[in-house]
């Protein structure tokens, strides 16, 4: 079995993993003025996104929050 064989991003949203997402690029208030890619979506690595949720709770249970301010770009970016 090849070792990346159950390699999938998983999505990641204010919903799912109480975060805030701010991702300039797919709106206008960015340095170019306009949006570099048209949708609004965060992914991380399954194994990223594991570690992610315990960091997400850790900071919780101090009272601090998580702002996203970029993730996986799109291939139109």
């Known amino acids: 079995m090849h070792p990346h064989s159950d ?8 919903k799912t993993h109480g975060v805030a997402i701010d991702l300039a ?3 206008p208030d960015n340095f170019t003025g306009k949006p ?4 609004r979506f965060c992914y991380l690595h399954s194994d990223a ?3 992610f949720r315990r960091a997400t709770l850790l900071a919780a249970a101090q009272g601090y929050g998580i702002r996203i301010f ?5 291939s139109e970016a």
Request: proline share 9%.
């Open 49 to 51: 996104e594991r570690r």
């Open 70 to 74: 970029d993730a996986f770009r799109p």
């Open 36 to 39: 570099v890619y048209a949708r």
């Open 7 to 14: 390699f999938q991003l998983i999505e990641i949203t204010p």
């Open 25 to 27: 690029y797919a709106g």
